[in-house]
């Protein structure tokens, strides 16, 4: 009898276990993402992180010609207020894309770079106005801060996500579509592209270049690192804002930190 009473009560234990909820700790995350394709990127991790329980919150600025800005159940939005408009943003882009695509091969190199210089320097000029805006929001840096985020999603095409994390104290997660000739993910994160087989991102190229193709990638990839070293690193490494050192780092800094 007793055994029989012993094996019910672990018969009724094992059913209402059956019937009991799962259990499931959902984590906060903050994601700094991108515009456009960069966003529709990170679009997929997030819908699929808030399907699964957990709650985003987006850090984006007033003028974003694409990320969603509505919060709904899971998703928060907070926007950080800039002085360009989502039309100089779209306008910027069309100009550097429609240059990149149509007029590009029209030109030598050295009226290509000061062209690309000149696009690239209007586009890090927006960026950095979001930058300093943000850093700027003691209030919301503060607020972050008590909400004990577990990690921070970065898309790297705005920069400033890194030193996000750095000043939030943050493990951080990069989710990167592609930069032009990977130079961003070479330079700054070590990918290794032997130029005569890995073909430049925009080329076109398969992995089986022949001669031509192999020395254009050469170029292509030299090109590419000029215009990331002296337009980019310069404009963050050398000419270093001075809000940028007051209200975030005290230590020194270096643009594929940003």
């Not at 700027?136 to 400033?160: G, H, Q, T, Y």
């Amino acid at each position: 009898m007793a055994a029989f009473t012993s094996a019910a009560f672990y018969l009724l234990l094992l059913l209402s276990l059956g019937q009991a909820p799962l259990s499931v700790s959902a984590g906060k995350i903050l994601i700094w993402p991108g515009e456009f394709s960069h966003w529709l990127n990170v679009k997929v991790i997030m819908e699929e992180l808030i399907a699964r329980g957990h709650n985003v919150t987006i850090v984006t600025h007033s003028a974003t010609p694409s990320v969603r800005t509505t919060p709904s159940k899971g998703y928060n939005v907070d926007i950080i207020k800039v002085s360009h408009t989502k039309q100089d943003i779209v306008d910027g882009l069309e100009a550097f894309i429609k240059y990149w695509t149509y007029d590009l091969h029209n030109d030598n190199v050295i009226q290509a770079f000061l062209k690309m210089k000149h696009h690239i320097d209007v586009l890090l000029e927006q960026n950095e106005n979001f930058c300093r805006n943000l850093f700027a929001r003691e209030d919301l840096l503060e607020k972050w801060s008590k909400e004990k985020f577990e990690v921070l999603l970065i898309n790297p095409m705005n920069m400033c996500g890194e030193l996000l994390a750095q000043k939030l104290d943050l493990p951080f997660i990069i989710s990167l579509r592609f930069s032009f000739g990977s130079a961003m993910e070479r330079l700054c994160g070590q990918l290794p592209t032997p130029p005569s087989y890995v073909p430049g991102v925009t080329l076109g190229y398969s992995d089986e270049m022949d001669f031509l193709q192999r020395v254009k990638n050469v170029l292509f990839y030299l090109f590419q690192d000029i215009i990331f070293t002296l337009v980019a690193k310069t404009q963050w490494d050398y000419v270093l804002p001075p809000w940028l050192h007051s209200q975030v780092l005290h230590s020194t800094f270096c643009f594929c930190s940003a």
